[in-house]
């Protein structure tokens, strides 16, 4: 059975941190991408980052660059999204996702599987 976890969201400050994990099973995790996608209450799921299977191509959607920062471990089937100086407007569910094959990875119909989500919640 495919899985994908998510974990590590909370409620956290305007300014804080926090580090999301992704745990997946059930496929082989090294041949696939991983994307984070985030959707708030009555809003369009939208693309966060992704991160190819060789952690060769990442990328950040505008609004989160040079803030959160995705990573992976193989060995571990996880995959990691540490999130800084978070803003009110990043709260949302948060899903992890992945595809085999990705030309446009910040189409969540790109991807196969997802995760169930977890919520940030980002207080001002």
């Known amino acids: 059975e495919v899985q994908l976890v998510e974990s590590g969201g909370g409620l956290v400050q305007a300014g804080g941190s926090l580090m999301l994990s992704c745990a997946a099973s059930g496929f082989i995790f090294d041949d696939y991408a991983i994307g984070w996608f985030r959707q708030a209450p009555g809003k369009e799921r939208e693309f966060v980052a992704a991160i190819s299977w060789r952690s060769d191509n990442i990328y950040y959607t505008p609004t989160v660059k040079g803030r959160f920062t995705i990573s992976r471990d193989n060995a571990k089937a996880t995959v990691h999204l540490q999130m800084n100086s978070l803003k009110p407007e990043g709260t949302a569910v948060y899903y992890c996702?992945?595809?085999?094959?990705?030309?446009?990875?910040?189409?969540?119909?790109?991807?196969?599987?997802w995760g169930q989500g977890t919520q940030v919640t980002v207080s001002s």
């Open positions: 996702a992945a595809a085999l094959e990705v030309r446009r990875p910040q189409l969540p119909y790109e991807y196969e599987y």
